[in-house]
């Protein structure tokens, strides 16, 4: 027994004590965002999930938020002053580190402090990520990182618009998708150079698509342009071949049922008719005939949640789920701030996590399973980034070395689909 301890240690590094992060993704468009809420709307006084500040779980959950470009519109932000009236509550926000020469020192923040609004000092969005921090924290997880790229009003259909500047579309340039991309960069070369850590990517959530029901052949086109951005997303953000995304249905029964249309406020999106060109139904509820336009509406809602089921329905590591039964905010359509934070904690409830141990050493057997050596083998996770990417290429379909590029989901020695730093045998199966 004490020769088994001792060999087991042999293989500990000792420079390899450091953090292993979860890298969480959260991208779409206003629901991303948390447009039409505050936080000062919480409860302060009240214990638990939803209060104001959740100091625990807020603190230890680091977030780093990017708009699609960091600065929000300019020439643009006249015109699209008559979607989003109130200025800034469209949320073209991020946390910090503005500019070309931003840094992750600049950019990552702990949740709570993280959140910054031009104007709105003290009083930020709450988006999904609350949820899901103080979800995960409730489930035992720490060193997450929760990477969000926002931006109000952008479709996932490539557009020409002026009002969808960086629409998400896949195949566009120097858009959405690409500053995820680059965002993703950016913080994991942070995470490995600056923090000297290791991370893995254990969470994709989609909330998006409520412009895309605005235009038909955006409707049409939503099914196929979701399953792309998907796929890429699997590759691009290094997701483990079984890892899990969750899509959130865009939801606007409440603004359907409730609203009139106003012009200024959110629920005018039932209204729009197109948006090459920019097309509302005015003439026609001036004239009498608005109630022609709302039933075509409510139908191009139809096929974009259709859409994002059928995606779900057709690959087993994406599911969705309705958001229709939680509470909107002033302008019917957003999420207050409360269904936000359930709507976080339903993402988390969907989605499987990889192994991790966090806190508390766990003994199994002769195994002792630490925060720095996950699987017990007495090898350090920190080691176990080791560049022996399974040859078939399934792990995270990674061209080239895995060897210490800071990612420990891409090195599977033995080729069973499991990576080594979750993997204690030699052969098919984990051992965990
Ligand atoms: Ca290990
Ligand atoms: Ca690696
Ligand atoms: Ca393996
Ligand atoms: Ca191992």
């Known amino acids: 027994m004490i020769l088994v301890f001792y060999i087991l240690n042999t293989f500990v ?82 946390s910090g580190g503005a500019g070309a020469g931003d840094v992750g020192s600049q950019r990552i923040k702990t949740l709570v402090n993280g959140q910054t609004r031009s104007g709105y000092a003290g009083n930020e969005f709450v988006g999904p990520e609350y949820g899901i921090a103080r979800s995960l924290y409730d489930k035992g997880r720490r060193k997450v990182i929760i990477l969000k790229v926002s931006y109000g009003f952008q479709s996932l259909e490539q557009s020409n618009s002026p009002a969808i500047p960086w629409d998400w579309n896949i195949h566009s340039t120097g858009k959405s998708y690409d500053k995820l991309k680059s965002e993703f960069s950016k913080l994991t070369s942070y995470i490995r150079d600056d923090l000297d850590a290791k991370y893995t990517v254990d969470g994709f959530f989609w909330t998006q698509g409520g412009t895309d029901t605005i235009q038909p052949s955006y409707a049409d086109n939503y099914k196929e342009n979701l399953r792309e951005l998907l796929l890429a997303a699997r590759n691009d953000f290094q997701l483990h071949p079984n890892a899990h995304i969750v899509t959130a249905k865009i939801a606007y029964q409440q603004c359907v049922d409730h609203s009139f249309p106003l012009i200024g406020i959110y629920c005018g999106i039932p209204w729009g008719k197109n948006l090459e060109p920019l097309e509302f139904a005015f003439e026609e509820i001036l004239n009498g005939r608005g109630a022609t336009v709302q039933p075509a509406y409510v139908s191009r809602l139809n096929q974009v949640r259709d859409s994002i089921q059928e995606v779900a329905d057709d690959y087993s590591w994406v599911d969705t789920m309705d958001v229709g039964d939680q509470p909107r905010a002033w302008d019917f359509v957003h999420l207050n701030e409360v269904g936000q934070l359930t709507v976080g904690k339903r993402f988390t409830n969907m989605y499987k996590f990889p192994y991790r141990v966090d806190e508390a050493n766990v003994v199994v057997g002769s195994q002792v399973r630490t925060p720095t050596d996950f699987d017990g ?22 061209n080239g070395s ?31």
């Open 13 to 94: 590094n000792a420079d390899t004590d450091s953090d292993t992060y979860s890298i969480i993704i959260v991208a779409g468009q206003s629901q991303a965002e948390g447009s039409s809420t505050s936080r000062v709307n919480l409860p302060d006084d009240s214990d638990g999930f939803y209060k104001r500040n959740y100091s625990a779980a807020d603190s230890a959950t680091k977030f780093w938020w990017a708009g699609a470009d960091g600065k929000g519109p300019e020439t643009l932000e006249d015109y699209l002053r008559l979607f989003f009236p109130n200025n800034g509550i469209a949320g073209w926000s991020q």
């Open 377 to 398: 083998d007495g090898i350090a996770n920190n080691d176990e980034d080791n560049g022996n990417s399974c040859s078939s290429g399934i792990i995270n379909n990674q």
């Open 402 to 432: 895995t060897d210490n590029n800071g990612n420990l989901g891409d090195d599977d020695a033995d080729c069973d689909g499991f990576p080594d730093y979750l993997d204690r045998v030699n052969g098919v199966g984990s051992g965990l």
